[in-house]
Structure formats: C-alpha cells, structure tokens
C-alpha cells in the first residue's frame, strides 16, 4: 500500500509538471504568433510606402516625357529678348562681354594687393590722364583698405568691332587707415572699352555718381 501511494503521488506531480510546461509552450508560442503577425504588418505598410514612392516617380517620369521640363518664371524672363545685367557670373550680353568682364576683375584684383601695375595694365595707353589717374590711386590706397569690391554691368553695346561701351556700377567697401571707419558705398560709371592689339582695355571713364548704400 505504501509503495502505491508514493507511486501515484509522484505520477500526479509529473502530471503537473507537464501540464506547466504545456502552459508555459502555449504563452511562448502565441507571443512569437503575434510577433510575426505584427512584423508582417511593417512589412506590407513599408512595402506600400515604396511602391506609393514608385507610382510618383512613374507619373512625375511620364508627365516630363508628355509635357516637357517645367519652366518657371526666372527662366521664361531669361529669355526674354534684350540686354540682360551682367556679372561676373551672369551670361554674356555680347560676343566679348566675357573679357570685358575679366579686365574689371583685373581692376578689383589690383585693388585688393594694392598693385598698381596690374591696376594701370587694365588701361588703353591712351587713356585720358592716365598718370593723374594712376597718381590718383596710389594716394587712395595709402588712406584706405579694400574690404568688399564688386561690380554690375548693365547697357553693354558694341559700337564697332573695337569698341563696346557700358555701365559698371562699383558697390565697395572700404576701411580708412587712419581712423579705422568703415564706409559702404557704390560708384557708377559710363565705360569705353577698346580693343587693341587683340586685347580689350578701358578706353575711357565718365562717373556718373557717387553714393552711400
């Protein structure tokens, strides 16, 4: 009777035990379901999102084979006909505007290293009152330091095959040696340039004002 006992005791807790373990498979087993359940639904939202990416691109792709490039504003009035500001960046308004604007750089170049042979060298040799102007700016870098130079060119016109005239309007900023103010102006001019030799110059300066900014 002893031996019975004990031994349908123990078949009882074997019976529990295993039907723990049977509980604790069955948690395991619908916590890894529903992580695959939920795993599986990223994977259809992140599929969705590209093919929605896919479908723009598509139509935005066949919209530019059926319409052609989208032109704004800036672009249409880009191409309208007439003279266009030119810059140091800026397309070309005439055949020779591109070494035109060279020499100007030439000048701002001069004007920050102070070097007056790169300066002069941007001249015509018959250049009214070249020496008074070379003069002229020896004096003013001694009182003043470049800081900010740049230039706009509007109104080019080629008068002949040699010479082209414009406005270049100066914005410079300037600092005074001697008492350290700093002063923001700009300086317009009516340029003449020629070309001699095969190389384009300034001809001859008409100022046409002088103003703070």
Do not use: C
């Not at 604790?24 to 969705?48: H, I």
């Not at 300066?205 to 703070?212: D, G, Q, R, V």
């Amino acid at each position: 009777m002893g031996s019975s006992e004990q031994t349908k005791k123990s078949l009882e807790k074997a019976r529990a035990a295993l039907q723990a373990e049977t509980r604790e498979a069955v948690q395991v087993s619908r916590g890894l379901t529903d992580n695959l359940v939920e795993a599986s639904r990223r994977t259809w939202r992140q599929l969705s999102l590209i093919s929605a990416i896919v479908l723009v691109l598509g139509l935005s792709y066949l919209a530019i084979l059926v319409y052609g490039p989208i032109t704004t504003n800036f672009e249409v009035q880009k191409k309208k006909p007439g003279l266009p500001q030119v810059s140091g960046s800026s397309i070309p308004a005439v055949p020779e505007s591109g070494n035109l604007l060279k020499i100007l750089d030439q000048i701002r170049e001069a004007h920050y290293k102070k070097d007056i042979r790169l300066f002069i060298a941007a001249y015509s040799s018959t250049f009214p009152d070249l020496m008074q102007k070379q003069e002229l700016t020896l004096k003013g870098w001694q009182r003043y330091d470049y800081l900010d130079l740049n230039y706009n060119v509007t109104g080019l016109q080629q008068k002949n095959a040699t010479t082209i005239s414009g406005i270049v309007t100066w914005n410079i900023k300037t600092r005074d040696l001697k008492s350290n103010e700093i002063k923001t102006f700009s300086k317009e001019y009516q340029v003449k340039f020629s070309k001699e030799s095969g190389q384009w110059l300034i001809q001859d300066i008409e100022a046409l004002n002088n103003k703070p900014i």
